[in-house]
């Protein structure tokens, strides 16, 4: 989601103007950053928007459904936006407990009114927020087990409930009016390898940059996870790149439809 949302919100709030595809990315393809515009806003939109969902945008919502949680699941959605992803994944789940992060407090503010029940927000970047939430659980964790343990008793592994069943990745900042993939997101796999479940799913919604390609932008999950899935589309210039520690099932994969490698 874009962050430069304040001119937006202070003089136009409510209002936008809506693309359905005449507008055209780098490739020629409707991209999703141009869906809806306002004379600030490129790559955001509300959730009450009326429009088609872009096939990018409901796919990385879609990767909740990549395992049958037997719980609710708990998701994390790294830049948040306007809410529309959050919104599209709790219409999936409406049991889903969400955290939902954005360093821009403006983006937050203007969430707020379409808030789907069971999301929280916090206003960070990605990376710190990964850090200090790894950090404050896994003391508590310790703390919590140090209390339980009998003398003497091994330390066996346990599932740490803090952790997330899903994090969704649709992370990007403009630069000259152009989406980008933040510097410091370039590397975020690691500290979400290390905030999900073993059987946890990351998705990252994939848009490309003229200095760097599709491999190049997801590197890093290939680095962390055994388990990598690309999807292509065929009208769109995104792609969506779904990951996990254990296998996904090929049944499970269809959800994201066809042109997955």
């Known amino acids: 989601m874009s962050r430069r949302l304040q001119s937006a919100h202070r003089s136009e709030r409510g209002t936008a103007r809506h693309s359905t595809g005449d507008s055209a990315g780098p490739s020629g393809h409707p991209s999703t950053h141009l869906v809806v515009q306002t004379p600030h806003v490129l790559f955001s939109f509300t959730p009450d928007w009326g429009g088609a969902v872009p096939a990018p945008f409901l796919a990385t919502a879609r990767a909740v459904l990549l395992r049958r949680w037997r719980h609710a699941p708990r998701v994390c959605v790294l830049g948040y936006g306007l809410g529309g992803l959050a919104q599209l994944l709790c219409g999936l789940r409406p049991d889903a407990t969400v955290v939902g992060i954005d360093p821009d407090p403006w983006m937050i503010d203007g969430a707020r009114p379409w808030l789907p029940r069971g999301v929280r927000l916090v206003t960070s970047e990605a990376a710190p927020f990964l850090e200090r939430h790894q950090q404050r659980h896994q003391q508590q964790h310790r703390q919590q ?4 343990r009998p003398r003497g ?6 599932e740490r409930p803090w952790r997330f069943d899903v994090v969704l990745d649709d992370c990007f900042e403009l630069t000259h ?17 290390g905030s999900l479940t073993p059987s946890g799913i990351y998705a990252r919604n994939v848009i490309p940059q003229r200095d760097a390609t599709y491999e190049d932008l997801i590197a890093d999950i290939r680095d962390c996870f055994p388990h ?3 999807r292509r589309f065929n009208a769109w210039e995104n792609r969506v790149a779904v990951a996990s520690r254990r296998t996904i ?8 439809a066809a042109r997955i490698r």
């Open 153 to 158: 008793a091994k330390q066996r592994g346990q």
């Open 249 to 256: 099932l090929p049944a499970s994969l269809k959800l994201l």
């Open 177 to 193: 009016g152009t989406p980008r993939r933040p510097r410091s997101c370039m590397a975020l796999a690691s500290l979400v390898a």
């Open 145 to 148: 087990h140090q209390r339980l």
């Open 228 to 230: 990598v899935h690309t």
